[in-house]
């Protein structure tokens, strides 16, 4: 089992930054794929980024590409969720994922952190 916690959201002003953090234990996420998704009120739960496994391969969405970067420190079994230059529409509730190397589906998942950028 891999147990993720995310942390690092909070009230930013529109033009900020913010880094999110997912921290895993239970076991090793070097193997790993991990995502971030966000959920905004009343909205469906969306893609953001990830990062793969060897950190070598990331992706982003459209809406957060040149703004967010992604990052894993595999020692300290963390991820990162680097954001600037946030707007309204990245006002969310944001998870953190983790898709085993091969797999398909994000097996385990956080609680999530909220992002409130005021409009």
């Known amino acids: 089992q891999v147990q993720l916690v995310e942390s690092g959201g909070g009230l930013v002003q529109a033009g900020g930054s913010l880094r999110l953090s997912c921290a895993a234990s239970?076991?090793?996420?070097?193997?790993?794929?991990m995502g971030w998704f966000r959920q905004a009120s009343g909205k469906e739960r969306e893609f953001v980024a990830a990062?793969?496994?060897?950190?070598?391969?990331?992706s982003y969405a459209d809406s957060v590409k040149g703004r967010f970067t992604n990052s894993r420190d595999d020692a300290k079994n963390t991820v990162y969720l680097q954001m600037n230059s946030l707007t309204p529409e990245d006002a969310a509730v944001y998870y953190c994922?983790?898709?085993?190397?091969?797999?398909?589906?994000?097996?385990?998942w956080g609680q999530g952190t909220q992002v409130t950028v005021p409009s």
């Open positions: 239970g076991r090793t996420v070097s193997s790993y794929t």
């Open positions: 990062i793969s496994w060897s950190g070598v391969g990331t």
């Open positions: 994922a983790a898709r085993p190397k091969g797999g398909e589906t994000h097996d385990y």
